[in-house]
């Protein structure tokens, strides 16, 4: 059942990033759900790496199930993927985000703005690079999942990774389908995908061809 319902988020939360971006200036709650989705990955990768990202984002849902609609799905350059782009980026959207506080005037509404002006700039970004390049190559890059693939990769203690099975055919079906395109087979040795920037959103499970990949 839980299973279920993570998959419904994965398929469905998108739906969230359209009504933040028309409905957002004027509701509060809706302001509020953005701060819960900028923060989410931080809280969530002490304990469970980048799985906010890859379940429960609605920038994720947005990336796996309307964007590439619209986009070529060429490979992310690995420059996206680079520790001194992405610290870059992060600087430049915090830059950003702290000028929209700085004239927030103190006010609750103010700083809700700010938020939901983050979100727009970054979600034209998200689609402007998968038009571009690659559904998820925004997910590359993204300010808060950079923070949180950070924390995991200071963590080394995951316990929550995917498994990787001894009848692993090394035929990269589930590196190709991986939406940050990581190594999955390179991680035979160790047993278990220890990438900090694997999301956990099992898409290397359902399409293992050999069933040697779950999710502990």
Same mark, same amino acid.
């Given at each position: 059942?839980?299973?279920? #319902?993570?998959?419904? &988020?994965?398929?469905?939360?998108?739906?969230?990033?359209?009504?933040?971006?028309?409905?957002?200036?004027?509701?509060?709650?809706?302001?509020?759900?953005?701060?819960?989705?900028?923060?989410?990955?931080?809280?969530?990768?002490?304990?469970?790496?980048?799985?906010?990202?890859?379940?429960? +984002?609605?920038?994720?849902?947005?990336?796996?199930?309307?964007?590439?609609?619209?986009?070529?799905?060429?490979?992310?350059?690995?420059?996206?993927?680079?520790?001194?782009?992405?610290?870059?980026?992060?600087?430049?959207? #915090?830059?950003?985000?702290?000028?929209?506080?700085?004239?927030?005037?103190?006010?609750?509404?103010?700083?809700?703005?700010?938020?939901?002006?983050?979100?727009?700039?970054?979600?034209?970004?998200?689609? +402007?690079?998968?038009?571009?390049?690659?559904?998820?190559?925004?997910?590359?890059? +993204?300010?808060?999942?950079?923070?949180?693939?950070?924390?995991?990769?200071?963590?080394?203690?995951?316990?929550?990774?995917? #498994?990787?099975?001894?009848?692993?055919?090394?035929?990269?079906?589930?590196?190709?389908?991986?939406?940050?395109?990581?190594? &999955?087979?390179?991680?035979?040795?160790?047993?278990?995908?220890?990438?900090?920037?694997?999301?956990?959103?099992?898409?290397?499970?359902?399409?293992?061809?050999?069933?040697?990949?779950?999710?502990?």
């Amino acid at each position: 059942m839980a299973n279920e #319902i993570v998959y419904c &988020i994965q398929r469905f939360s998108w739906v969230l990033v359209a009504l933040v971006l028309v409905f957002g200036w004027v509701s509060p709650i809706l302001m509020i759900l953005s701060i819960v989705c900028m923060f989410g990955p931080i809280i969530f990768s002490f304990s469970f790496g980048r799985a906010w990202c890859g379940n429960f +984002c609605p920038r994720g849902s947005l990336s796996g199930e309307i964007l590439p609609i619209i986009s070529p799905n060429k490979p992310i350059p690995r420059l996206l993927k680079s520790s001194i782009f992405r610290i870059v980026m992060f600087i430049l959207l #915090i830059m950003f985000f702290i000028n929209n506080i700085a004239h927030s005037n103190g006010t609750l509404l103010g700083i809700g703005m700010a938020f939901i002006k983050m979100m727009v700039i970054t979600t034209i970004m998200q689609v +402007c690079f998968a038009v571009l390049i690659h559904p998820y190559a925004w997910c590359s890059f +993204c300010p808060m999942g950079t923070v949180a693939s950070f924390i995991t990769r200071a963590k080394k203690d995951n316990i929550d990774n995917i #498994i990787i099975g001894g009848n692993c055919m090394e035929c990269n079906v589930c590196k190709n389908n991986c939406p940050l395109q990581i190594d &999955i087979p390179g991680w035979i040795s160790a047993g278990e995908v220890k990438d900090p920037d694997c999301m956990k959103c099992r898409k290397c499970i359902k399409t293992c061809s050999c069933k040697c990949l779950k999710y502990e």
